[in-house]
């Protein structure tokens, strides 16, 4: 399985010409293994980036919300995800949805697919871009 950051999903539901080939591969042979996972609040996330119009999308955000969750896996906040991040160094970004994304990946065991070049350089997370 593998972890998708919030742009990831995204760009894989409208843009996939986006992700990188890494990234893009990556997805591919986790879709055909144990599949596709994002974090729960990604979910909230995307819904924020729509409701301030900061994305669109093609559907309603209820309906789309609703797409995500049928296709991936939604690995909810546990108590272990919020202690891990609140334990990132300072090269990890401060953002709290970034901390509880790669929180995620983090406790699971899991890479995350990010473009985040914060994330990414920190080491913290094994990503794929």
């Known amino acids: 399985m593998i972890l998708l950051?919030?742009?990831?999903?995204?760009w894989l539901a409208q843009a996939p010409e986006l992700l990188?080939?890494?990234?893009?591969?990556?997805?591919?042979?986790?879709?055909?293994r144990d599949g596709v996972a994002i974090a729960g609040q990604s979910l909230w996330e995307l819904a924020m980036l729509i409701a301030r119009?900061?994305?669109?999308?093609?559907?309603?955000?209820?309906?789309?919300?609703?797409?995500?969750?049928?296709?991936?896996?939604?690995?909810?906040?546990?108590a272990a995800i919020a202690e891990r991040s609140?334990?990132?160094?300072?090269?990890?970004?401060?953002?709290?949805?970034?901390?509880?994304?790669g929180a995620t990946a983090a406790v699971h065991g899991l890479k995350l697919i990010t473009q985040d070049r914060a994330m990414r350089r920190s080491g913290e997370v094994e990503c794929v871009w």
């Open 53 to 78: 119009k900061r994305i669109k999308v093609k559907t309603s955000t209820r309906d789309f919300l609703h797409e995500v969750e049928r296709y991936m896996t939604v690995l909810p906040v546990t």
């Open 20 to 32: 990188s080939d890494a990234a893009e591969d990556a997805i591919v042979s986790e879709r055909r």
């Open 86 to 101: 609140v334990q990132f160094s300072g090269r990890y970004p401060k953002d709290p949805t970034d901390r509880l994304i």
């Open 5 to 10: 950051d919030t742009h990831a999903v995204l």
